[in-house]
């Protein structure tokens, strides 16, 4: 009998996804009012002050992140695809589509995110894992199918579309950087992307909203962008990227049902098709399980942790004996058989 397995990182990919899905109903209906650009950036500018206090207040002053060349050039990037592109192009999409069915399509992004990760970025998979992208795909398809010949409706979709692949690029590059600081992470992409985008909309003489819509579209960019990225960040150090892109997909579900249930937003027969879909495909990658001997190359690394069964090391440092901490440790070589996913700790090839 298959179930249902969650784990910290389950329960941080599911509130990310709730998060992010219930702002967007809430950002369409903010389009209209004002430019996409200056939307974006200042949904991602709430996001990046936001976090950047939390941080603070957290750490009792700052402390500067312990990235290395190469994690700042990902970071850089994934800013660049994740924090400026894709925001622009999602409030160009939801101008042209209904919430619920923009909410849906984002879907996209668990697809792509898997495709990317295991074409690219050789993340292990199996059938089931792909079995859930194709009834995800099957499910877009239905959706993204316009019920009225019009340019509208393939903008909105397509626009829709590549926020979802600059994303999709954004999470696999996080990925590479995700036992570092989350909190810096996520509050940097927000803050500079925020800055950028706004920066950009002034620079061409857009017209900016009153101060009023400004602080809401603020507090919605800190929960829906801000807090949803730490939690999306903390996932992918424990799932891998594609299976916290499967998890991260009940997001458009959450968005859709919010939409419906308090926009009143209509929906059709093809609309719970897609969803019934959509829903199936979600529901097997919560129901997968890989488990298989594998062995844990010498590694080296800092990053937040309890002393479970590949933490078994000893402190060259004073330690209180509070869990879960973060230090510099050295994991040496095991071969061991265990119910995992692709996290920061088993990033092994697959003979099969």
């Known amino acids: ?47 990046g002050i936001g976090l950047g206090f939390v941080r603070l207040i957290k750490d009792r002053g700052w402390n500067s992140p312990d990235l290395s060349k190469f994690e700042w050039l990902w970071l850089l990037a994934a800013i660049a695809f994740g924090g400026m592109i894709a925001p622009t192009a999602l409030m160009i999409g939801l101008a042209h589509t209904l919430a619920s069915t923009s909410s849906l399509l984002l879907n996209l992004e668990a697809v792509l995110t898997a495709v990317l990760a295991w074409i690219f970025f050789k993340e292990s998979t199996d059938k089931r894992i792909i079995l859930g992208m194709l009834l995800i795909v099957a499910g877009g398809v239905l959706l993204s199918w316009p019920q ?13 579309a590549v926020a979802c692949l600059c994303w999709a690029i954004d999470n696999n590059l996080t990925r590479k950087i995700s036992s570092s600081d989350a909190l810096f992470i996520a509050g940097s992409k927000g803050f500079v992307a925020g800055i950028v985008n706004i920066s950009l909309a002034f620079l061409i003489g857009l017209r900016f909203p009153l101060w009023t819509n400004i602080t809401y579209t603020m507090i919605l960019g800190f929960l829906g962008y801000g807090i949803s990225l730490v939690l999306f960040v903390l996932a992918l150090r424990g799932l891998g990227t594609a299976r916290t892109g499967a998890y991260f997909s009940t997001a458009p579900f959450m968005g859709a049902g919010i939409a419906i249930l308090f926009f009143q937003e209509p929906t059709s027969g093809l609309f719970w098709i897609a969803a019934v879909l959509m829903g199936i495909g979600v529901w097997i990658h919560l129901t997968e399980r890989h488990t298989h001997v594998h062995t844990h190359e010498p ?28 230090h510099p440790h050295q994991h040496e070589k095991l071969t061991h058989t265990h119910h995992h996913y692709p996290d920061i700790h088993h990033r092994h090839t697959h003979k099969e």
């Open 148 to 160: 009225e010949i019009g340019p509208q409706n393939w903008l909105g979709v397509a626009s829709i």
């Open 299 to 326: 590694l080296h690394h800092s990053h937040s942790h309890y002393h479970d069964q590949h933490h078994q090391h000893t402190h060259e440092i004073p330690w209180d004996g509070q869990e879960p901490h973060s």
């Open 1 to 47: 009998m298959l179930k249902f397995h969650f784990s910290r990182a389950t329960v941080a990919a599911l509130g990310a996804a709730l998060l992010f899905g219930g702002s967007t109903p809430f950002a369409k209906q903010l389009v209209g009012n004002s430019s996409p650009l200056i939307l974006a950036g200042f949904l991602y500018l709430g996001s």
